[in-house]
């Protein structure tokens, strides 16, 4: 199993309408967690980062669910701007290290 | 401004051939990682330092080596470039392991 598994879609939603990702990750010692987006060949940058408690920036909401071991990215009012992949990440406390996903691919379309 | 900065950013060079791509923050970053993408595998991690000469294997070293006897610097060596090296490289720096990563604009490299 992949320490961190992202559907890799890709998904294709209209402009204005609610997508969400799901990440799943294996290690339970895992105690941070972001999402970051990346445009085709281009670095990825960090969209936000996961609170136990969930957080909300804007049209973003990224939740975690340590019980079942998943991370949940939500987007409402889909613009074509949001058009990317988005990598879910997961700290690895004992082995120090970063793990990404493979990503997720949204396409926005009018 | 606070950036990460790769050099060069693309390279076509032939197997064998030593290289080594720079990687500078100046934004007083402790922890430094190089990753490679490659197409259905992601972003993986080829080294990482916690600090000043501390560096540690990530999931993918195997054919590179990296330095860090500065806090701003941490370069790539690639002592013997081998074409299953050709990949997209990222260069990324952080307050820590917990906090959010900058990453450079990346460096694609070619061995042929």
């Known amino acids: 199993r992949k320490e961190v598994e992202q559907d890799p879609g890709p998904f294709n939603v209209p402009e204005g309408a609610t997508v969400a990702f799901n990440c799943t990750y294996s290690?339970?010692?895992?105690?941070?967690f972001f999402w970051y987006r990346q445009d085709c060949r281009k670095e990825p940058k960090l969209l936000m980062s996961?609170?136990?408690s969930g957080n909300e920036d804007g049209r973003f909401t990224a939740q975690l669910n340590r019980a079942s071991q998943y991370i949940s990215l939500l987007i409402r009012d889909s613009k074509l701007s949001d058009s990317a992949t988005y990598l879910c990440?997961?700290?690895?406390?004992?082995?120090?290290?970063?793990?990404f996903g493979t990503g997720t691919r949204l396409q926005v379309t009018l | 401004e606070a950036q990460v900065t790769q050099n060069p950013r693309y390279l076509i060079t032939v197997t064998g051939k030593k290289l080594t791509v720079t990687c500078s923050q100046n934004?007083?970053?402790?922890?430094m990682s190089w990753y490679r993408q490659d197409p259905g595998l992601g972003l993986r991690q080829i080294y990482y330092?916690?600090?000043?000469?501390?560096?540690d294997k990530g999931d993918v070293p195997e054919g590179y080596k990296v330095s860090r006897k500065e806090k701003r610097n941490f370069p790539l060596i690639l002592e013997s470039p081998s074409p299953n090296q050709t990949s997209l490289y990222f260069c990324?720096?952080?307050?820590?392991?917990?906090?959010?990563?900058?990453f450079g604009d990346g460096t694609r490299l070619s061995i042929l």
């Open positions: 990324a720096s952080g307050q820590g392991l917990k906090q959010p990563q900058h």
């Open positions: 290690n339970s010692a895992s105690q941070s």
């Open positions: 996961v609170y136990s």
């Open positions: 990440v997961a700290e690895t406390g004992t082995a120090s290290k970063l793990t």
């Open positions: 934004m007083n970053h402790e922890y």
């Open positions: 330092s916690m600090n000043v000469e501390v560096t």
